[in-house]
């Protein structure tokens, strides 16, 4: 079992930036590759980010592709979503994620993610 908590999110200006982390709990939570989705009000959970294990690769969703950044601190089971440039479609519940492996199933099938945390809201403003 892993357990994530998410932390980090807020109310921003568009333009602004927000540093999301996700701490997780576990024996075994740094060995699981790690991504972050989203959720808008009345919209599917959507893919953001994805990093391995070892944090050396990593996949983002072409609608954040040089705005956020994935990496993560193994030391302290930690991963991080550096958001700049911030939009107001940005605006939407943020979701930890882990799953065993990073290749294999398409990381924009929700349904591929084995845990997930309990959210953290993102605002941007106009």
């Known amino acids: 079992q892993v357990q994530l908590v998410e932390s980090g999110g807020g109310l921003v200006q568009a333009g602004g930036s927000l540093r999301l982390s996700c701490t997780a709990s576990?024996?075994?939570?740094?060995?699981?590759?790690m991504g972050w989705f989203r959720q808008a009000p009345g919209k599917e959970r959507e893919f953001v980010a994805a990093?391995?294990?070892?944090?050396?690769?990593?996949d983002y969703a072409d609608s954040v592709e040089g705005r956020f950044t994935i990496d993560r601190d193994n030391a302290k089971n930690t991963v991080y979503l550096q958001m700049n440039s911030l939009k107001p479609e940005d605006t939407a519940v943020y979701y930890c994620?882990?799953?065993?492996?990073?290749?294999?199933?398409?990381?924009?099938?929700?349904?591929?993610?084995?845990?997930w945390g309990q959210g953290t809201q993102v605002t941007v403003s106009s």
């Open positions: 994620a882990a799953r065993g492996s990073f290749y294999g199933s398409s990381w924009y099938l929700a349904s591929s993610v084995e845990y």
């Open positions: 576990g024996r075994t939570a740094s060995s699981y590759a």
């Open positions: 990093i391995t294990w070892g944090g050396r690769k990593t």
